[in-house]
Nanobody
Framework: QLQLVEYGGGLVQPGGSLRLSCVAS????????VCWFRQAPGRDREGVSC????????NYADSVRGRFTIARDNAKNTAYLQMTNLKPEDTAVYYC?????????????????????WGQGTQVTVSS
């Protein structure tokens, strides 16, 4: 069964950058779409960015488009979220999630209930 662990959260000043990593174990990430979600205090969890199993398709929430970049390295069983020009409203716990897609290399969805496997989350705090 796939296990996911997020790394890279922390405290950063507005305008700064962070790169989150989502490392998979116990199974290959090759056949999974991966999505990053986040949940701020008092708010529902929301999709941030998702990527298909081979990186063919990606999507971004409007609030992060142009500032965040999602990527993956299947050889390293790892997905990434590069976050730049961070804003205080980006403060949240960030989760990576994976959905088995088999050979559907271009399938990607940001529907939370479609994702079977979740990491424990990593805190990102943007504050001066």
């Amino acid at each position: 069964q796939l296990q996911l662990v997020e790394y890279g959260g922390g405290l950063v000043q507005p305008g700064g950058s962070l790169r989150l990593s989502c490392v998979a174990s116990r199974s290959t990430l090759n056949y999974y779409a991966v999505c990053w979600f986040r949940q701020a205090p008092g708010r529902d969890r929301e999709g941030v960015s998702c990527i298909s199993s081979r990186g063919i398709s990606v999507n971004y929430a409007d609030s992060v488009r142009g500032r965040f970049t999602i990527a993956r390295d299947n050889a390293k069983n790892t997905a990434y979220l590069q976050m730049t020009n961070l804003k205080p409203e980006d403060t949240a716990v960030y989760y990576c999630a994976a959905k088995f897609v088999g050979l559907s290399e271009d399938y990607v969805t940001s529907m939370e209930d479609k994702y079977e496997y979740w990491g424990q989350g990593t805190q990102v705090t943007v504050s001066s």
